[in-house]
């Protein structure tokens, strides 16, 4: 088995059908119908990721974050995504994935040179961060939890893609109906979803997209053959840069849960 074939979880519910990379949702398909937008597909270069701990820019802060402890170092979007997941369960139906930092450690920006001029991003907090997919005959769920120690500021966000494939499709959110052209106007500041928690992507074969948790959701296309329906806890351009802290959630005596269910309809 090569390192790439070992990183690949493979689920089936019925005629439902999922393969996970690396902790990555790369396929989700009913019916043979594939929901994911793919890496090498015109667009964005994933089919999902997370932002933790904050979403939002940070360059014109010079990629620093206020909070009540230390030094907190972030690019777009947090630290998260620079580490790698580590499986820890898997079955026919549900794998695990975890990742674990400890505080102060340094990691190496993945931007950097060519698109930050930040070379290290470091969180004075240390916290453990699990993924768990649930996949069942109606659609798969994804559940997060954040694990740290009491009152540590934090943002959450999950950054699932999805393929278009009529020029028709449009999101239904809220008894609005929003076209692929409105939001891909709004460029890379994304266009927000506020205080819903409900959102159906309508194109060739429909999909719902329920959360618990977040709150709110944005919008993001790069590119009329796909979007980004992202639920998230904060919309970052509801302040400046130098006052994204103002959007922090601050966790309490128990993990935070995170709850979003990808449902074929």
């Known amino acids: 088995m090569s390192a790439q074939e070992a990183r690949v979880t493979r689920l089936q519910a019925g005629d439902m059908h999922a393969i996970i990379e690396g902790g990555e949702l790369v396929s989700l398909r ?28 940070t360059q ?14 972030q690019d777009q979007h947090g630290l998260l995504r620079e580490l790698p997941y580590e499986r820890v369960a898997a ?23 060519e698109k930050s001029t930040a070379r290290w991003l470091v969180w004075p907090y240390a916290f453990t961060f699990t993924k768990r997919f649930i996949l069942t005959e109606a659609g798969m769920e ?3 939890e954040i694990e740290a120690e ?16 009529s020029a028709e499709a449009q999101v239904e959110a809220g008894g609005q109906a929003i076209g692929i052209a409105e939001i891909l106007e709004v460029g890379d500041r994304a266009l927000p979803v506020r205080t819903c928690t409900e959102i159906t992507l309508q194109d060739t074969k429909a999909l719902r997209i329920k959360t618990e948790g977040f709150g709110h959701f944005m919008l993001w296309s790069p590119d009329p053959g796909m979007i ?12 400046s840069p130098a006052h994204l802290h103002k959007g922090f959630r601050f966790l309490g005596d128990r993990p935070e849960l995170f709850r979003c269910v990808l449902e074929p309809v």
């Open 228 to 239: 980004c329906i992202e639920p998230i806890t904060f919309y970052p351009y509801d302040a």
């Open 91 to 113: 079955d026919a139906r549900e794998a695990v994935f975890r990742k674990a930092y400890a505080a102060g450690t340094p990691v190496p920006n993945s931007k950097y040179p």
């Open 150 to 165: 009491k009152d540590m500021p934090f943002m959450v966000g999950y950054h699932p893609a999805f393929r278009i494939r």
């Open 60 to 73: 014109d802060a010079g990629y620093r974050v206020q909070v009540p402890r230390a030094n907190a170092v």
């Open 142 to 144: 994804v559940r997060f």
């Open 30 to 57: 009913a019916g043979g119908h594939e929901f994911m937008h793919r890496a090498g597909e015109p667009g964005w270069g994933h089919s999902d990721t997370e932002m933790f701990p904050i979403i939002g820019p």
